[in-house]
């Protein structure tokens, strides 16, 4: 016989979900976005030439004729790739070029060649929308923002990631309906979670804690009112919370989720009449990868852990805060509900505990929703829906146990709805830059927010303002350190077109553009480009730019170009943010030139070392003769292309890389000189800095 859950397992509960709003929902089109499609370079060119009457045939070139004659028209090499079932042929440019250059060399090749048309072979892209049958008409809380709906804003993050199989987001939460439709197969290989509901009752299961993480329905049934617990229907609020977070898409069922690539761990805390602190708080643990007694190792660790549940009490218990605290530390972010009691979070647990992202609930109008929890303590908020319009996810249709054909989907309202399309949007944040810190991904939050519209209840009571999951994508991405230059510092001629390329090791699904300028010691009227942007076409992971160095009568040899990228505040650059090329004059003498002329190599502990790399190379039109590199203070050659015997020979163009190691023995600021002397000149000096700090040591931890 079951028996009735004690009173102190019954005070930690579920956060109420007020009403099962039920919406009568049919399959709608998604929505055509207002959006111009993703712009990619174009690799080949489109080339037709007409017929004509029998006679002059023959003078209609072939493919291979066709393929010469238009790379000696655009000085540039083309290949040959097929010919279309029209006539016309396909050829392949030697590198990718932006659209507007591909079209003006197409406009210019069909001028000069006599063909029909030479156009871009364009690149398409699908739209980067849900096809899911209820996306368009009844998922207002993922899409953007309109003057009459106040969405989270997914598609624009979607442009960017779906998520990445390596970020792992967890639901402590009742379970989840494993086979349903739009979640199945949705957790990590090999690990569906694990159930830690401990007390029999609450379980519903037969069992306690097990490596079973499935729903088995958390039904109350009118013999068991002595729980202390109304009668209820279950709610399969798990798997509810579990599609909004991360239901398939674009797999004509159903819905969508906020981060649909995001693997979901199934982690179940919840039961019949809620579950206890001491399971939430082992499972809080579990779940980011930290050891349980009794309990196997968790082999998937979630980053972002979705806690849309609470409890009354004017302070957070010990046991919840050192459990987040321990998370925190392990690098997993927690979000949780702010509840649904129109009153202060303060006074809901765990959202008056420190270190949790605690969320409020908005309405499709922008309007702090009539249930939801607010105050100080709130740090965003995010649809949650009201009796207008609920929030539409995955449940079953059965009222107790889970009925194996009842997949189906319902709109409820709550704080537990807006808690995972933040949770979502992190994961997406940590998918397109996964060295963001738990305070970057906040202030990000913060400060990617759609503001509150004017007259909105939630204005200064529901934190920063409404999710907007694009700009926040957007913005983790751009502080990736992915960005480096492809090319060495190296030796160019006047009037040569300078081809630069440039890698980014994480490529996205938009375009991605780099400001650059362009600097050094010669004259800026030297360059036909002296800024501009670098862009980089949705997935790709390189990109060129090219400048050309005017010829300049007066130019002493040696004289640098440096090209610049990015912002310095955003550090967007995975290497050093600028590249110095070596302008040559074959007209002059040989002549000594250095791509640097200071070095900085910063802060370092005592015992280890840095180093750092400079072109030696000869400016002129004759060879020079290095007879000597000499380094002063606590810098030495760490190796290099240039020659450790002297004298040796660089002749016009050529040079060798001086590469400077600094290892400081002291604690303070360092400083020295490298001089590269040569036969034919004056020694050229390069001034080095740096600085030593104390070295960490490190004591095992040990029981005396």
């Given at each position: 016989m079951l028996q009735p859950m004690p009173h102190a397992l019954r005070a930690f509960t579920l956060i109420a979900l007020v009403l099962l709003l039920l919406v009568s929902i049919g399959p709608a089109r998604a929505d055509e976005q207002d959006?111009?499609?993703?712009?990619?370079?174009?690799?080949?060119?489109?080339?037709?030439?007409?017929?004509?009457?029998?006679?002059?045939?023959?003078?209609?070139?072939?493919?291979?004729?066709?393929?010469?004659?238009?790379?000696?028209?655009?000085?540039?090499?083309?290949?040959?790739?097929?010919?279309?079932?029209?006539?016309?042929?396909?050829?392949?440019?030697p590198e990718p070029l932006p659209i507007e250059e591909a079209q003006r060399l197409a406009a210019r090749l069909a001028a000069v060649s006599g063909a029909e048309y030479v156009e871009p072979?364009?690149?398409?892209?699908?739209?980067?929308?849900?096809?899911?049958?209820?996306?368009?008409?009844?998922?207002?809380?993922?899409?953007?923002?309109?003057?009459?709906?106040?969405?989270?804003?997914?598609?624009?993050?979607?442009?960017?990631?779906?998520?990445?199989?390596?970020?792992?987001?967890?639901?402590?939460?009742?379970?989840?309906?494993?086979?349903?439709?739009?979640?199945?197969?949705?957790?990590?290989?090999?690990?569906?979670?694990?159930?830690?509901?401990?007390?029999?009752?609450?379980?519903?299961?037969?069992?306690?804690?097990?490596?079973?993480?499935?729903?088995?329905?958390?039904?109350?049934?009118?013999?068991?009112?002595?729980?202390?617990?109304?009668?209820?229907?279950?709610?399969?609020?798990?798997?509810?919370?579990?599609?909004?977070?991360?239901?398939?898409?674009?797999?004509?069922?159903?819905?969508?989720?906020?981060a649909w690539d995001v693997p979901m761990l199934v982690v179940r805390v919840l039961g019949k009449c809620g579950g206890s602190l001491s399971d939430v708080a082992d499972a809080i643990r579990w779940a980011a990868g930290l050891s349980v007694p009794g309990v196997p190792n968790n082999p998937t660790p979630a980053r972002v852990l979705n806690l849309s549940l609470g409890a009354s009490g004017s302070a957070c218990p010990v046991t919840m805060q050192n459990a987040i605290n321990a998370v925190n530390q392990n690098g997993a972010i927690v979000v949780v509900a702010a509840g649904n009691a129109n009153t202060s979070a303060s006074n809901m647990t765990p959202a008056n505990c420190a270190g949790a992202v605690v969320v409020a609930a908005s309405t499709l109008s922008g309007d702090r929703a009539s249930y939801s929890n607010f105050g100080p303590l709130v740090t965003l908020?995010?649809?949650?829906?009201?009796?207008?319009?609920?929030?539409?996810?995955?449940?079953?249709?059965?009222?107790?146990?889970?009925?194996?054909?009842?997949?189906?989907?319902?709109?409820?309202?709550?704080?537990?709805?807006?808690?995972?399309?933040?949770?979502?949007?992190?994961?997406?944040?940590?998918?397109?830059?996964?060295?963001?810190s738990r305070a970057e991904a906040l202030e990000i939050l913060r400060n990617t927010v759609t503001p509150f519209p004017a007259g909105s209840g939630c204005i200064d009571r529901c934190g920063a303002g409404i999710l907007n999951a694009g700009a926040a994508v957007e913005e983790a991405a751009r502080r990736v350190r992915q960005l480096s230059f492809a090319d060495e510092p190296r030796v160019i001629a006047e009037g040569e077109e300078v081809t630069v390329t440039l890698a980014l090791n994480l490529a996205s699904n938009r375009e991605v553009s780099v400001p650059y300028s362009v600097g050094g010691t010669a004259s800026q009227a030297d360059h036909t480009l002296r800024h501009g942007r670098v862009t980089f076409a949705p997935g790709r992971r390189s990109a060129t730019l090219s400048l050309r160095v005017e010829r300049d009568a007066e130019r002493d040899p040696g004289e640098t170009l440096t090209i610049t990228l990015g912002d310095p505040e955003r550090a967007t650059l995975a290497g050093p943010s600028s590249l110095t090329m070596i302008i040559q004059d074959t007209t002059a003498a040989g002549r000594l030139a250095?791509?640097?002329?200071?070095?900085?190599?910063?802060?370092?502990?005592?015992?280890?070392?840095?180093?750092?790399?400079?072109?030696?190379?000869?400016?002129?039109?004759?060879?020079?003769?290095?007879?000597?590199?000499?380094?002063?203070?606590?810098?030495?050659?760490?190796?290099?292309?240039?020659?450790?015997?002297?004298?040796?020979?660089?002749?016009?163009?050529?040079?060798?890389?001086?590469?400077?190691?600094?290892?400081?023995?002291?604690?303070?600021?360092?400083?020295?000189?490298?001089?590269?002397?040569?036969?034919?000149?004056?020694?050229?000096?390069?001034?080095?800095?740096?600085s030593g700090i104390e070295a960490q040591v490190v004591l095992p931890m040990v029981r005396q």
């Open positions: 959006e111009a499609p993703p712009v990619a370079p174009v690799e080949q060119l489109i080339v037709r030439f007409p017929p004509s009457d029998d006679a002059a045939r023959q003078a209609v070139p072939g493919p291979l004729q066709a393929t010469g004659q238009l790379s000696a028209l655009a000085a540039t090499p083309l290949e040959y790739v097929r010919t279309l079932a029209d006539g016309a042929h396909v050829l392949r440019l072979d364009l690149v398409f892209f699908p739209a980067v929308v849900p096809g899911d049958p209820l996306y368009g008409g009844a998922q207002w809380n993922l899409q953007a923002v309109t003057s009459a709906r106040y969405g989270a804003n997914f598609p624009e993050a979607w442009m960017i990631t779906t998520g990445s199989p390596a970020v792992i987001g967890a639901i402590l939460d009742t379970g989840g309906l494993l086979t349903h439709e739009d979640l199945a197969g949705r957790t990590p290989t090999g690990n569906p979670g694990y159930d830690f509901i401990s007390t029999l009752f609450n379980a519903n299961d037969g069992d306690g804690r097990d490596p079973d993480p499935r729903d088995p329905g958390d039904w109350i049934s009118s013999t068991e009112t002595n729980s202390g617990c109304p009668v209820s229907p279950s709610s399969w609020h798990g798997s509810h919370v579990a599609g909004i977070f991360g239901a398939r898409a674009n797999n004509e069922r159903g819905i969508a989720g906020a908020a995010a649809p949650g829906g009201d009796s207008a319009a609920a929030v539409v996810s995955t449940v079953n249709s059965s009222a107790t146990a889970p009925s194996p054909t009842g997949d189906s989907y319902v709109g409820y309202r709550g704080t537990s709805m807006a808690t995972p399309h933040v949770a979502g949007a992190i994961s997406l944040m940590l998918s397109a830059n996964p060295g963001l250095l791509s640097a002329d200071s070095l900085d190599f910063g802060p370092h502990r005592l015992g280890a070392s840095e180093t750092r790399s400079v072109m030696v190379a000869n400016g002129g039109g004759a060879p020079i003769s290095v007879t000597r590199i000499d380094l002063e203070g606590s810098f030495a050659r760490s190796g290099g292309t240039c020659p450790a015997g002297f004298p040796f020979s660089l002749g016009p163009g050529e040079s060798c890389t001086l590469v400077i190691a600094f290892g400081p023995n002291t604690i303070g600021a360092h400083s020295g000189r490298a001089v590269v002397g040569v036969a034919e000149g004056e020694a050229r000096n390069i001034t080095l800095q740096g």
